[in-house]
């Protein structure tokens, strides 16, 4: 991907833009990334992504993403048909980092998605 690709499509936040925060606001949590631009809070596509940059940086290493900008649009536009992701960040969780555990550290339980859940009762 290159440094003026978008990572967030939704607020067309581009790398270069969220790694040059991440270098100067050095966030504590992936999470706050949120502050560049609102990336990561639109769909949700970029937030594993977005996790991935910041443990780039953490460890030292040059924030980028092995991606072309046409397969990152061709597989945020899969996730937003069906909702799946399939190795998407580059991790080894499959890309389902941000959906199984959460999408932030302060999600409330009984919310998947942003969507309630209907309860027991």
Known sequence: MDPDDHVCLCFRVSLRKIAAFIAREEPRVPSQISECLGAGTGCQWCVPFLKRLHALHAEG???DLP??????????????STGERAGDAGGDDGGQEGRDE????????GREGGRAQPTEG
């Open 61 to 63: 290493k040059p924030m």
């Open 67 to 80: 991606v072309s900008p046409e397969e990152y649009a061709r597989r945020r536009a899969r996730y937003r």
């Open 102 to 109: 959460g999408r932030d550290e302060g999600r409330e339980g």
